[in-house]
């Protein structure tokens, strides 16, 4: 089951900031555990940024975005309570999201 | 006035402890340390020196230092012949920051940490200040006899020259093998070695 | 096993993994999987695109740690719809790749992973038109080193 | 008049690239601290906290930290104290030790099993120190001084940091013992000196980015002593407590803002 994540989506001038934390290894296939045994590659490959139900950022990253990723996102507008919601997709076919409400 | 009395009195009354001296330190040492790998329980036990410059807090009385130093001399086997190595190898001894821990691999051959304390090659931006700048040693002071003979003793053993130096014994302790200290030398004095364009 | 139940089994796979393939086909594995800049660049479509002050990279220019670099881009390029992020002597360049729509601004910030010191280089895509940025991020070794 | 033209002009070059390099690194920091996963540590710490665990299927929520059963609130900022159940002076991981053993009825060798992680998974005591230290954010870091064994710990402590042993001849003054010095690229805190130690203490247990794990206090001393070429401290023992002890002893006065972000 993967780890949490976490939002924060706040009003700046002009535009929205949305952070966002994911909880995710992000291995790149290279290292090896503690019984030298090499790990396989496990990242996170897509990633979607949704206001109000409607698609902002698409992303498509790969492996050599670091361990427990964040990110940062500006959205022109918006306004207390917008529902933003951020989800991601790995490269096992596992996903997660969540949501908040602009603050 | 009483009241003043009587608050000195109880600044004054013994302590319901005593100040930890030296064993007292061995002793919890010993107790909440255990062995694990390379690094076993006798390296808790300090030898003179190590208990000299603790209790004086690294500035003995310099007729005590002198002596001792002198001690630390006669553990320098200075090898015969030229003591310039290979500054290429010399370089990534200098490096590298592995060896006599426990999580290194025993009989493994150490690295020397230089970096981690010393400025040495200019492409190296990223050095450590606790030692002294080594940038141009060799140009400065040029590669005779004389200067390897300190350098090569400065490696294996600092505390034969400052008795309380910070600087790791790195050929005493076994961490570095001679031809790994004649490497550094070659780093060091060698005129084609980077740390001395 | 004979040759029909193969099929059959495949068949199941292949139905089963369906939402999931559907999902993840937006990702681009040649651009993801080149090994070259200009191989990556290729793959998102992006033949030489031209310098611009106007997308600019905040990053600090040392990383004590090649594990987690900074990297912060933003474009004022009209027409901005994507950004991507290449680091040059990574064994796969491509880091990243930003689609914005919908009011977002060409504005993203992300840790990466360095191998060693080179540059990183962002690219915009506005309509047909792309544009270019790189700067030089020295990865040292911190701390001891053991 | 001549001469210190001439100084100034050899000597700028190479300070102005040193400062240059400095405000680099601390960009870098500003910049890693922003983008740090922190609260997701201290979210499956609470998760932690709060789920049944032990042969008594017991949550920890009834461990007493110093503020009394369950109170996290500014725990972490008044360790390590002396607790008078069990007559000793105690850290954050060795109080939560044994809460472990008298709250879940664990086994001390179970509760001990896996105290530091690793890139593959990390421990309970990290994520609960997360959540715990996460608690006393904007609290004024004040450990127990007053008691006598928090008085001798705290001179044991302080005699722990300079001692010199081990196959380097090290102490903890040897990287942390004078100002200005660096490993590396890293500023190296006086931690005798409370104007380094306060920033440090208010920091820890932190993320680290080099190899992405959450930190606690115990591995900070543990993985000193690891690179002093030392033995290995045994988890939550007096000696550790102690040095942590005249560490934040040191660094008192200074508001909590961790966990902090760290290379």
């Known amino acids: 089951m993967p780890g949490p994540m976490k939002m924060r989506a706040t009003l700046g001038s002009g535009h929205t900031d949305v952070r966002v934390l994911m909880t995710h290894p992000m291995e790149t296939g290279q290292r090896k555990d503690a019984e030298g045994k090499a790990v396989p590659m496990h990242f996170i490959q897509n990633l979607t940024v949704k206001v109000n139900g409607r698609t902002v950022v698409e992303a498509q990253i790969s492996q050599a975005v670091s361990r427990n990723p964040v990110f940062s996102f500006r959205v022109r507008g918006g306004a207390k309570g917008d529902k933003v919601e951020v989800s991601w997709l790995d490269n096992h076919g596992e996903s997660n999201k969540t949501e908040t409400a602009v603050a | 006035m009483k009241f003043a009395l009587l608050s000195l009195l109880a600044l004054a009354a013994p302590a319901a402890w005593s100040e930890p001296g030296l064993q007292d330190v061995e002793k919890?040492?010993?107790?909440?340390?255990?062995?694990?790998?390379?690094?076993?329980?006798?390296?808790?036990?300090?030898?003179?020196?190590?208990?000299?410059?603790?209790?004086?807090?690294?500035?003995?009385?310099?007729?005590?230092?002198?002596?001792?130093?002198?001690?630390?001399?006669?553990?320098?086997?200075?090898?015969?012949?030229?003591?310039?190595?290979?500054?290429?190898?010399?370089?990534?001894?200098?490096?590298?920051?592995?060896?006599?821990?426990?999580?290194?691999?025993?009989?493994?051959?150490a690295d020397g940490s230089c970096y981690n304390c010393h400025q040495l090659s200019p492409a190296e931006v990223s050095y450590g200040t606790l030692g002294p700048s080594l940038l141009g040693f060799g140009k400065t002071r040029g590669d005779g006899a004389d200067v390897q003979h300190y350098v090569y003793g400065k490696i294996f053993n600092a505390k034969a020259y400052n008795l309380c130096s910070q600087m790791p014994r790195l050929g005493h302790s076994g961490t570095l093998t001679p031809e790994q200290i004649k490497d550094l030398v070659g780093l060091l004095l060698d005129p084609a070695s980077p740390v001395n364009q | 096993m004979n040759d029909l139940r193969r099929k059959l089994l495949g068949a199941a796979a292949i139905l089963l993994l369906k939402p999931f393939a559907a999902l993840a086909a937006a990702w681009n594995k040649d651009a993801f999987g080149a090994k070259t800049p200009q191989d990556a660049l290729t793959g998102i479509g992006v033949g030489s695109p031209a310098p611009s002050k106007d997308l600019v990279i905040e990053a600090p220019q040392i990383a004590e740690n090649g594990a987690v670099v900074p990297i912060e881009i933003s474009s004022a390029i009209a027409g901005t719809t994507a950004i991507a992020v290449i680091i040059e002597k990574n064994p796969f360049p491509l880091a990243a790749r930003f689609d914005f729509q919908n009011g977002a601004l060409p504005y993203v910030k992300l840790n990466v992973k360095m191998n060693e010191t080179c540059d990183v280089r962002a690219v915009a895509i506005a309509g047909a038109r792309h544009y270019t940025a790189t700067k030089e991020i020295k990865v040292t070794i911190g701390g001891c080193g053991g | 008049m001549r001469w210190p033209a001439i100084l100034v002009a050899?000597?700028?070059?190479?300070?102005?690239?040193?400062?240059?390099?400095?405000?680099?690194?601390?960009?870098?920091?500003?910049?890693?601290?922003?983008?740090?996963?922190?609260?997701?540590?201290?979210?499956?710490?609470?998760?932690?906290?709060?789920?049944?665990?032990?042969?008594?299927?017991?949550?920890?929520?009834?461990?007493?930290?110093?503020?009394?059963?369950?109170?996290?609130?500014?725990?972490?900022?008044?360790?390590?104290?002396?607790?008078?159940?069990?007559?000793?002076?105690?850290?954050?991981?060795?109080?939560?030790?044994?809460?472990?053993?008298?709250?879940?009825?664990?086994?001390?060798?179970?509760?001990?099993?896996?105290?530091?992680?690793?890139?593959?998974?990390?421990?309970?005591?990290?994520?609960?120190?997360?959540?715990?230290?996460?608690?006393?954010?904007?609290?004024?870091?004040?450990?127990?001084?007053?008691?006598?064994?928090?008085?001798?710990?705290?001179?044991?402590?302080?005699?722990?940091?300079?001692?010199?042993?081990?196959?380097?001849?090290?102490?903890?003054?040897?990287?942390?013992?004078?100002?200005?010095?660096?490993?590396?690229?890293?500023?190296?805190?006086?931690?005798?000196?409370?104007?380094?130690?306060?920033?440090?203490?208010a920091t820890w247990p932190a993320y680290r980015v080099s190899n992405s794990q959450f930190k606690t206090m115990q591995w900070r001393l543990n993985d000193c002593y690891r690179q002093m070429r030392m033995p290995e401290p045994v988890f939550a023992s007096e000696a550790t407590v102690a040095l942590n002890l005249f560490l934040t002893a040191t660094g008192k006065g200074e508001t909590y803002r961790g966990p902090g972000t760290k290379r």
């Open chain 2, 28 to 109: 919890v040492l010993q107790r909440d340390f255990k062995p694990r790998g390379q690094a076993t329980m006798d390296r808790v036990r300090q030898d003179g020196l190590q208990r000299l410059c603790t209790e004086t807090g690294n500035s003995p009385p310099a007729g005590v230092a002198k002596a001792l130093e002198a001690d630390q001399m006669k553990s320098i086997a200075f090898p015969a012949g030229s003591l310039v190595g290979d500054w290429r190898r010399g370089e990534k001894i200098a490096q590298g920051g592995r060896g006599m821990t426990w999580s290194d691999k025993p009989g493994a051959p």
């Open chain 4, 10 to 201: 050899l000597l700028l070059p190479l300070s102005a690239a040193a400062q240059d390099a400095k405000k680099e690194i601390q960009r870098y920091q500003r910049m890693i601290g922003d983008g740090s996963p922190v609260e997701l540590f201290e979210l499956q710490g609470e998760a932690l906290w709060k789920k049944p665990q032990g042969p008594r299927q017991a949550s920890l929520e009834k461990c007493d930290l110093g503020a009394g059963p369950g109170v996290l609130k500014g725990a972490y900022a008044r360790l390590p104290r002396y607790f008078k159940d069990t007559d000793r002076v105690m850290d954050l991981e060795s109080r939560l030790l044994h809460c472990m053993q008298t709250v879940q009825g664990r086994s001390a060798e179970e509760a001990l099993k896996r105290v530091f992680g690793n890139e593959d998974r990390p421990s309970e005591m990290e994520y609960l120190s997360a959540y715990i230290a996460g608690r006393s954010r904007g609290v004024v870091i004040s450990p127990g001084t007053r008691h006598p064994k928090e008085a001798q710990a705290l001179e044991l402590g302080r005699k722990l940091f300079f001692h010199r042993a081990g196959a380097w001849d090290f102490s903890c003054a040897s990287c942390h013992g004078e100002e200005g010095k660096r490993i590396r690229m890293q500023d190296l805190p006086v931690l005798s000196n409370p104007r380094d130690a306060r920033p440090v203490v």
